[in-house]
């Protein structure tokens, strides 16, 4: 007015760009969770996991760490989980990162194929067909019914599913077969979900454990809530002295009746309430010892006056030298704690072995150690006697890995899946023909074209042979 311009200033939350929608934010998180270089990367990192978890003994002693790698080597390795890989919360949260890429991926990709493979794609247009990568055209003799009905037998019998349609100035056929072929893919790989999603339900809710048990012993399995007894333990060996197998007879106990008795070999487990026991290992034991044989010494003349061979916690008498012995303890290599003032034995290593032996001598009674290397190193002031220990046999023990995984149908379920889907993947290809049958001057026209999405050059071969059994329709 009055020719001046007027200038209208927009508020300043109307010049604001649009915020990012939930719709946004939806696609940018399934291009996120369906991305190739996220499935890569999970994959890398999971094999180098692996390869941790392979190279690093699992679930092991901590003198068996220590011993190979070191103390500050072990206190490493349980801050990071590398002594029990596949049960911490950052390969937890790898695998179901995986699981969620692969739905993702599923869910993004497969609806499409799938749609694609249903429709049944009858009303198309003949530059439809001669734009297909597989084409050909070639006169016919009849009439397009007659044509049309032949050609749709002849796919028949090539195992095509066949629909057509037939129009005053032309007719249409559409073939397809092998579908599963498409299916198998995607169910390849949906099953590396399903084979995931069961490691998870075991990692979560089952467990792992290794037992060290000794023939006659009972032992109380709290998350099975009963009691498997170790009834017997051998090995048995090859006529050249090598070890052949190893071998346990246990037994299950509820409320102090025998449930099951099994012998178990290295691949035949005893499986009770979904728990596995799975014959491991063996060796001899680092706590106890079947016998020990003790010389005894006079102290005078350090003459060996008797030798005597004792039972594991059991009292001997030696009358003829008013004698009382026993075993009473054993350690395979000697350690003392001189804070809590304990014995232990630093490693599972017969290095040092020693005995804690009981001698009752009159109305006398010491508990002296003896140890087998270093056989005048503690002397009994009391007695008249010393003692040597001049050998003994250690008492063997049935390493028993114990394993509750209720996951692991449903691996088995993802490792059917699996099978299945690279199977119909690998030999059954999807497979999709359209003929476009057009009346002319002297019979018809049959323009054919054909797409697979996998093995072309057999394609090509049936779709060459194809070609000349139409030609010859109208013979």
């Known amino acids: ?44 990192v999971l094999a180098i996991t692996a390869t941790i978890g392979t190279v690093i003994q699992q679930g092991e002693r901590p003198e068996v760490y220590i011993k190979e790698y070191g103390e500050e080597a072990y206190r490493w390795f349980l801050r990071l989980g590398f002594t029990d890989v596949y049960h911490t919360w950052w390969f937890t949260s790898l695998l179901a990162l995986l699981c969620i890429n692969s739905l993702t991926c599923f869910y993004k990709r497969f609806p499409a194929v799938w749609r694609s493979m249903r429709q049944d794609k009858v009303n198309v247009s003949l530059p439809f067909i001669k734009n297909l990568k597989h084409t050909f055209e ?28 037939n129009q005053p100035d032309e007719a249409t056929v559409y073939a397809t077969k092998g579908i599963v072929g498409r299916v198998g893919a995607h169910m390849a790989h949906l099953s590396a979900t399903v084979i995931v999603l069961g490691g998870l339900i075991g990692s979560l809710y089952g467990f792992q454990e290794f037992g060290v048990c000794l023939e006659g012993q009972t032992y109380h399995i709290p998350k099975g809530n009963f009691d498997l007894h170790v009834d017997k333990f051998w090995i048995d060996y090859h006529d050249n002295g090598a070890v052949k197998s190893y071998n346990s007879t246990l037994t299950v106990l509820e409320q102090g009746q025998k449930v099951v008795t099994k012998t178990i070999t290295v691949n035949d487990p005893l499986v009770h309430k979904g728990i596995w ?25 350090d003459k060996v006056v008797g030798t005597v061979d004792l039972d594991w916690q059991k009292e001997t008498a030696v009358d003829q030298l008013g004698l009382k012995l026993a075993v009473m303890d054993f350690v395979a290599d000697f350690g003392f704690n001189s804070a809590e003032k304990k014995v232990y034995s630093k490693t599972v290593e017969h290095a040092n072995p020693a005995i804690r032996l009981a001698v009752t001598e009159g109305q006398v009674k010491t508990t002296p150690w003896i140890f087998y290397h270093y056989p005048d190193l503690f002397d009994i002031k009391e007695s008249k006697y010393s003692f040597e220990l001049v050998g003994y046999q250690p008492m063997k023990f049935t390493g028993l890995q114990i394993t509750k995984d209720p996951g692991v149908n449903i691996v088995w379920i993802g490792s059917t899946m699996i099978v299945v ?18 009346p002319g001057e002297r019979g018809v026209t049959v323009h054919v074209g054909g797409t697979t999405h996998k093995s072309q050059i057999d394609f090509q071969k049936e779709f060459r042979k194809l070609s000349e059994r139409i030609q010859k329709l109208g013979v």
């Open 1 to 44: 007015m009055n020719g001046r311009q007027q200038i209208v200033v927009e508020p300043e939350a109307d010049r604001r760009s649009p915020g990012l929608g939930w719709q946004e934010i939806q696609t940018e998180l399934v291009t996120f969770f369906a991305s190739i270089k996220l499935a890569m990367f999970l994959f890398i």
């Open 138 to 165: 070639v006169p016919v003799s009849g009439t397009k019914e007659q044509v049309a009905e032949g050609l749709a037998q002849l796919l028949a019998e090539k195992g095509y599913r066949v629909l057509a349609k």
């Open 277 to 301: 026991f799975y014959q491991s290992s063996y060796g001899d034991a680092w706590d106890r010892v079947e016998k020990a044989r003790i010389n005894i010494k006079e102290k005078e003349t």
């Open 421 to 438: 889907g690279i199977t119909l993947s690998s030999f059954i290809y999807h497979r999709r023909l359209w003929a476009k049958i057009i």
